[in-house]
């Protein structure tokens, strides 16, 4: 049972135009959800978070919003650069079982 | 450098062998986490550590896996007589609380491959 689901496994976006990249999910206990970049060979890199009370959080380029009746959260990324081309993860938690639960990833790809 | 520091970075063992994966917490971080990732599919919760206590390890196999975050030192993932399915990155994570309001930070993983 997939908890936390990113339905598109690639994204192409022109540099300078906004990235958006969605998750699913079906659990409505989680209290926190995470954004995370990887690169290859590297570990994951935090983003941004999302707390369940909340439906929108910016950190500079990077906007989540969260749409807790839809289960739906989402990353906006304006405006993309070469830089930002990696794989994001979505992950949700919930502070009763301490357990990040992941997203198989999106990979995104900025065009120059 | 400050973070979650991993090594070796390659393991390469025999079936039946034993491997060992170490991790070191970003400074002041006293809970640690073990994640398994398999090709094309997102992280999965193994174990999560305090100092001298594991936590919870709902996500380790039962037989052949264990961790350990001793009083001093870096916390250890063991595969004992380890099998190809083993064969992984295995990432650890360290965070300042149990919470999740303090994100999870990652070192750059062990890949183990099983000949």
């Known amino acids: 049972d997939q908890q936390v689901k990113q339905n598109s496994p690639s994204l192409s976006v022109q540099e300078g135009r906004i990235s958006i990249l969605n998750c699913d999910y079906t659990n409505s206990m989680f209290d926190y959800f995470l954004w995370y970049k990887k690169y290859p060979a590297e570990g994951p890199t935090f983003l941004i978070s999302i707390s369940s009370i909340k439906d929108k959080n910016e950190d500079g380029r990077f906007t989540v919003f969260l749409n807790k009746s839809a289960k739906h959260l989402s990353l906006h990324i304006v405006p993309s650069q070469p830089g930002d081309s990696a794989v994001y993860f979505c992950a949700a938690f919930m502070d009763s079982n301490y357990q990040l639960i992941w997203g198989a990833g999106t990979k995104l790809i900025i065009k120059p | 450098n400050a973070g979650v520091m991993q090594n070796p970075r390659h393991l390469v063992r025999r079936r039946g062998q034993e491997a060992r994966l170490r991790c070191s917490p970003m400074?002041?971080?006293?809970?640690v986490y073990w994640y398994r990732q398999l090709p094309e599919e997102g992280l999965k919760f193994m174990v999560y550590?305090?100092?001298?206590?594991?936590?919870?390890e709902s996500g380790m196999p039962k037989e052949r896996f264990s961790a350990e975050f001793p009083k001093e030192g870096p916390s250890i993932l063991r595969i004992q007589q380890v099998v190809r399915g083993d064969s992984a990155a295995y990432f650890c994570?360290?965070?300042?609380?149990?919470?999740?309001?303090?994100?999870?930070?990652f070192g750059d993983g062990t890949r183990l491959s099983i000949l």
């Open positions: 550590l305090q100092k001298e206590n594991i936590i919870d």
């Open positions: 994570a360290s965070s300042a609380t149990g919470s999740g309001n303090q994100p999870q930070h």
């Open positions: 400074k002041g971080h006293s809970h």
